[in-house]
Nanobody
């Protein structure tokens, strides 16, 4: 099972950009599907993006399509989430997640989680 550590969160104005990183250790990173989720204040955790391990296929929540890009560097055991044109409603704790089998978009589909990194976007 992977251990995951997110970084790169911060405070910024709407319209800005940020890149989150998630460093993995403890198992063969290249074999895992990697996902990003977020949990806005007072709300449930929600799917943001997914990237496969082999063909780098990606999937995004409708709310972030065209603004966010997920990528991975298997040589560095790291997955990234580049976020552009950030909005106040993107404010949340962002989590990295991993699963060996192809997951759906539910948090229950993922077996490994990081501790989260806070992203705050001012209006």
């Amino acid at each position: 099972q992977l251990q995951l550590l997110e970084s790169g969160g911060g405070l910024l104005q709407s319209g800005g950009s940020l890149r989150l990183s998630c460093a993995a250790s403890g198992d063969t990173f290249v074999s895992y599907f990697m996902g990003w989720f977020r949990q806005p204040p007072g709300k449930e955790r929600e799917f943001v993006a997914l990237i496969s391990w082999q063909v780098m296929a990606t999937d995004y929540a409708d709310s972030v399509k065209g603004r966010f890009t997920v990528s991975r560097d298997n040589a560095k055991n790291t997955v990234y989430l580049k976020m552009n044109t950030l909005k106040h409603e993107d404010t949340a704790v962002y989590y990295c997640a991993a699963n060996l089998r192809r997951p759906g978009t539910s948090p229950a589909d993922f077996s490994s989680w990081g501790q989260g990194t806070q992203v705050t976007v001012f209006p």
